[in-house]
C-alpha cells in the first residue's frame, strides 16, 4: 500500500508540471500585454507607458523556456496576477469562491455517489423486472436532461411558484451577520454552526436545497447507470455462482462479493465527476447566481479577465491531478491485487 501511495506521489509533481506546460503554451496566443497581466498584482502599473517598461523587466519578449520558468516561478510562488473583475489578487479570488464551491460539492455527493450506487444496486439485482424499469426511465430522463434546464425548471418552480428555495448564497438580511462572524472555513453552514448563528444556518441551508438538487438528478444518473451495467457483469461471474451454492444469503453475495468487485469503474467515474465539480459548477453557480468559483470563472470569461482564467485553468488541473491520486488510493481499497501492479 505505502509503495504503490508514493509511486502516484512522485508522479504527481510530473503532472502538473506537464499541465501547467499546455497551459503555458497557450497563453502564447495572447498579446505580450495581455500576458503581462498574469505578472502584475497590482492594476496600476499597467496605465501609462509603464507598460513596455514591464514588458521588458518581466521577460514577455524572451525566449519561451526563460519566460516558462519566470512564470512558473510567480506560480509557485502565488503571484497569478490580478483579476479586475472582483478587484482582487487571483489567489485572493481562488481563497474567496473556492468554499461555496466545496460546500455545494459536499452537499451533493451524497447523493449523487450513494444514491448512485444503491440505486444501480437495486436495477442490477432486479434485472427486468418493474424496478429497474423505472430506475432506467429515471437514469435516462437525469441524464437526457441538460444542467441549465433542470436548473432553471427548478428555480421557476421551487422560486417563481412556491418561493421555497430562492437563488444565491445566503439571504440579504444576513449578510451583515456572516460579514461579522469569525471566518474559520468559508463554508457558511460549518462556520454559522461554529458561531451559534443557527438561524442563518437555516437560510443557508434554504438556499442550498435547489442547487444541490440540481446537481443530483443529473449526476446521480451518470453512477447510477455505470453501476447497473457493472453489478449486471459480475452477477454473471462463476464466483458469485459458487457463492451461491454454498448457501450463502442473497444479501450476502450482493454486499460481500458482487457489489465490492463492481466498484471499480464506479470509483473511475465518481472521482472524475468529483473533480469536475470541484472545479466549479460553473452552469449550476450561474443559474443560482451561487457565487463559488464556477460563477467567479464565468464572468471571468465574460469580461475578458485573463488572469482569472488562467487561473482557474490551473486550478481545475490541480484539482483534478489531486483527485485521481485519490481515486488511485481507493483502488487498492476496493481491489487488493492492484497493489502488485
Not at 49 to 67: C, H, K, N, T, W
Not at 115 to 133: E, F, K, Y
Not at 201 to 213: G, K, S, T
Not at 259 to 273: D, M
Amino acid at each position: 500500500m505505502i509503495n504503490y501511495i508514493v509511486r502516484r506521489l512522485l508522479l504527481l509533481p510530473i503532472v502538473l508540471i506537464g499541465l501547467s506546460l499546455v497551459i503555458f503554451l497557450m497563453m502564447q496566443f495572447l498579446t505580450p500585454t495581455q500576458r503581462l497581466t498574469a505578472f502584475v498584482s497590482d492594476p496600476t502599473k499597467l496605465r501609462g507607458e509603464s507598460r513596455e517598461a514591464l514588458i521588458e523587466m518581466y521577460g514577455l519578449d524572451d525566449p519561451l523556456f526563460v519566460q516558462y520558468s519566470r512564470w512558473l516561478g510567480n506560480i509557485l510562488r502565488g503571484n497569478l496576477g490580478y483579476s479586475t473583475t472582483v478587484s482582487r489578487p487571483v489567489t485572493q479570488a481562488i481563497a474567496m469562491y473556492f468554499p461555496a464551491t466545496l460546500e455545494l460539492v459536499l452537499y451533493s455527493a451524497i447523493p449523487v455517489i450513494l444514491g448512485g450506487i444503491l440505486m444501480g444496486s437495486l436495477a442490477a439485482c432486479r434485472h427486468n423486472r418493474l424496478t429497474d424499469h423505472v430506475v432506467r426511465v429515471l437514469a435516462i430522463t437525469g441524464w437526457s436532461l441538460p444542467t441549465f434546464v433542470a436548473g432553471l425548471l427548478a428555480l421557476a418552480v421551487f422560486y417563481g411558484a412556491l418561493d421555497w428555495f430562492p437563488p444565491g448564497r445566503v439571504s440579504t438580511w444576513a449578510l451583515p451577520i456572516i460579514h461579522d462572524m469569525t471566518r474559520f472555513t468559508g463554508i457558511y453552514t460549518i462556520d454559522t454552526i461554529l458561531n451559534g448563528e443557527f438561524g442563518v444556518l437555516l437560510d443557508v441551508l434554504r438556499h442550498l436545497v435547489a442547487p444541490v438538487a440540481t446537481v443530483s438528478f443529473v449526476s446521480w444518473a451518470l453512477i447510477l447507470r455505470i453501476t447497473r451495467s457493472s453489478m449486471l457483469e459480475t452477477l454473471r461471474q462463476d464466483y458469485i455462482t459458487t457463492a451461491r451454492s454454498k448457501g450463502l444469503t442473497e444479501r450476502t453475495v450482493i454486499r460481500r462479493h458482487a457489489r465490492r468487485n463492481a466498484l471499480i469503474p464506479v470509483i473511475t467515474t465518481s472521482g472524475l465527476l468529483m473533480a469536475s465539480m470541484v472545479g466549479g459548477e460553473v452552469v449550476v453557480e450561474t443559474v443560482f447566481s451561487y457565487k463559488g468559483i464556477g460563477w467567479w470563472a464565468t464572468e471571468a470569461a465574460r469580461q475578458f479577465d485573463f488572469p482569472a482564467i488562467i487561473g482557474f485553468a490551473l486550478f481545475n488541473a490541480a484539482m483534478l491531478v489531486t483527485v485521481n491520486l485519490f481515486v488511485d488510493i481507493l483502488y487498492v481499497v476496493a481491489d487488493p491485487r492492484i497493489r502488485l501492479s
